[in-house]
């Protein structure tokens, strides 16, 4: 099911958009909770990205509900920086298309990016453990989806952990990503849909980086 905001109706062309959407990442998060389903059952937030988190903090705060991040790496060829899919810290994985590895080097790329999220999320947990999120609705949050890699990765980290329903929620997305996503999830949350996306950074008026220490601030924050 796709959930929409009172900014869209669903798929939005994008020159029919303002190039800029939100002021930041904060009022992205203000305008997704209120587009959030509800009834959630113990809800968690989990923000899938750095920047995911600082939006997921918006959520979390209009759900009263706890904060925290599962980092996912990307899955690339060697010496590219073009992602061919992502992996998540444990096993989950979502590999788009090989393009053209051999089935060993595959595995090679796959536990390169395993190991540098399970390392990202050792370090962002280091002053507390993360979250149990088994027997909760979790509420997975991204700046964007694009091709739904990285969301996929997420998505099935989730289901390994024993939550009892998923809901995604994004600002904005492509609509290709979405289809991609919306099977594997219960609920899916989007304000704005586009045939083609491009940065997600024109669609901000402010989207600075975010390193480790912004992260374990904000779930600070919210403890």
Do not use: N
């Amino acid at each position: 099911m796709t959930t929409v905001g009172p900014e869209t109706s669903g798929f939005m062309p994008a020159h029919l958009a303002e190039s800029i959407l939100f002021d930041d990442r904060a009022e992205a998060g203000r305008a997704l909770a209120h587009a959030l389903p509800v009834g959630l059952s113990s809800p968690a937030v989990i923000g899938v990205t750095r920047g995911g988190v600082e939006i997921g903090a918006e959520l979390a705060t209009a759900l009263r509900a706890p904060l925290d991040v599962v980092l996912v790496s990307p899955i690339r060829r060697p010496a590219e920086l073009h992602a061919i899919g992502a992996a998540a810290p444990g096993d989950a994985v979502h590999v788009l298309e090989p393009h053209g590895l051999s089935a060993a080097q595959l595995v090679v790329a796959t536990a390169r990016a395993h190991r540098e999220a399970k390392q990202v999320d050792a370090r962002l947990h280091e002053r507390r453990p993360p979250l149990h999120v088994d027997g909760r609705d979790l509420v997975l949050v991204d700046e964007a989806i694009t091709t739904g890699s990285t969301m996929l990765a997420a998505t099935r980290w989730a289901r390994d952990h024993g939550v009892r329903r998923v809901v995604v929620a994004v600002p904005v997305a492509a609509s290709a990503g979405l289809e991609v996503v919306r099977p594997e999830v219960d609920e899916l949350v989007c304000l704005y849909e586009f045939e083609f996306l491009g940065s997600r950074a024109i669609w901000f008026g402010e989207l600075p980086p975010l390193a480790d220490e912004d992260v374990r601030r904000l779930l600070e924050e919210e403890r």
